[in-house]
C-alpha cells in the first residue's frame, strides 16, 4: 500500500494496488493464491469459461482465494463474438451478482487481437444492462474515446499480443490514450518482466493487467512480488515527474567557476 494514499478508482470503487493478475497457467489454485498474496493485488480476473468458481465436486478457485477479500473481475477470455461475451457475463452475474466485469471479444486465435467493432457493440449492450465494463481494446485513442462513449468503465490497451511477453510496443499510442479519455487506462497484455510494468506505470497508467508473466515464471510467487514493485515504483517516477530529455550532455556539477 502507498503509504500517502495514492489510491485509483473505477466505476466508484476505489483500490490501493495498482495491479491486477489473472487465474490462469498456474501448477495449481493453491500457487495461484500464494502468488495473489505477494502480489498485493486487490482485484484478480477469473475467466468464466475456463477457471472452476461454481462446481463444488471439482477443485474451485474461491476455497483458495475469497471473493469477499479480493475483488473478482469475470472476463469473457475465449469469446470470439459480442452475442458469446454477453451471454458469458449474463451468466456471470447470476452466478455471482458480478457488474464489474473484464470485456474481451477476440478477432481471431493467432493473434488473440480484439474485435473493436464486435467489442464496441458489446459494450453498448452490457453498458445498458447495467454491467460495468473493463474494455480490452487496441492501442488506439480513437477506439479509446469510442469505448469511453459507449459505457466503458475503464480503457485496457494491449502492450503487446497476449501471452507474449513482448512488453510495451508502442508507448506513443498507450499515452495517447491516457491523455486523452477521463477513464481511468491500465495496460492489459504483453507485460512480460518488471521492467515492462514499471514502463507502464511511468506512461501514466492507472494500473497494469498480467497473468503470463507471473503464471509462467520459473518462479511465480518471486516474480508476482517484482511485479508489486515495478507497479509501485513505475507510479512514483510518473508521480515525481522525470527530468526532461536532452540531445546533449549537461553535467551534474556546474563548469562554471572551476579552478
Known amino acids: 500500500m502507498d503509504p500517502d494514499g495514492d489510491r485509483w478508482s473505477v466505476a466508484g470503487r476505489s483500490f490501493s494496488s495498482r495491479l491486477i493478475v489473472g487465474t490462469g497457467k ?13 502480489s498485493g493485488a486487490e482485484i484478480v480476473t477469473v475467466a468464466v469459461r475456463r477457471v472452476n468458481i461454481s462446481d463444488s465436486s471439482a477443485p474451485i478457485l474461491t476455497d483458495f482465494i475469497d471473493p469477499k477479500k479480493v475483488t ?6 475465449g469469446c470470439f ?5 454477453i451471454r458469458t457475463l449474463r451468466l456471470a452475474r447470476e452466478a455471482g451478482g458480478w457488474d464489474l ?30 454491467f460495468l465494463p473493463m474494455v480490452y481494446c487496441v492501442d488506439d485513442p480513437i477506439a479509446a474515446k469510442r469505448l469511453e462513449n459507449a459505457g466503458a468503465v475503464a480503457i485496457m490497451p494491449l ?27 491500465l495496460v492489459d497484455a504483453g ?30 510467487v518471486m516474480m508476482a512480488r517484482s511485479m ?3 507497479v509501485e515504483s513505475g507510479r512514483l517516477a510518473y508521480r515525481a515527474g522525470r527530468m526532461g530529455r536532452r540531445m546533449y550532455a549537461d553535467p551534474s556539477s556546474p563548469l562554471a567557476g572551476l579552478i
Open 159 to 185: 502492450g503487446a499480443p497476449i501471452g507474449s511477453g513482448l512488453g510495451i510496443q508502442n508507448k506513443v499510442t498507450i499515452r495517447l490514450i491516457v491523455e486523452g479519455t477521463s477513464l481511468p487506462v
Open 26 to 38: 498456474y501448477k495449481d489454485f493453491a500457487q495461484n493464491a500464494a502468488a495473489l498474496e505477494a
Open 228 to 230: 508489486k514493485l515495478s
Open 191 to 220: 507485460v512480460g518482466t518488471a521492467s515492462d510494468a514499471s514502463v507502464a506505470m511511468e506512461l501514466g497508467c492507472a494500473g497494469v493487467l498480467m497473468n503470463t508473466a507471473i503464471a509462467e515464471a520459473r518462479d511465480p
Open 101 to 130: 466485469v473484464k470485456l474481451e471479444v477476440l478477432g481471431e486465435a493467432k493473434t488473440l487481437y480484439p474485435d473493436m467493432v464486435e467489442t464496441l457493440h458489446a459494450t453498448e449492450v452490457l453498458a445498458r444492462e447495467g
Open 81 to 85: 463474438t459480442s452475442d458469446e461475451a
Open 72 to 77: 473478482y473481475l469475470p472476463n469473457t477470455a
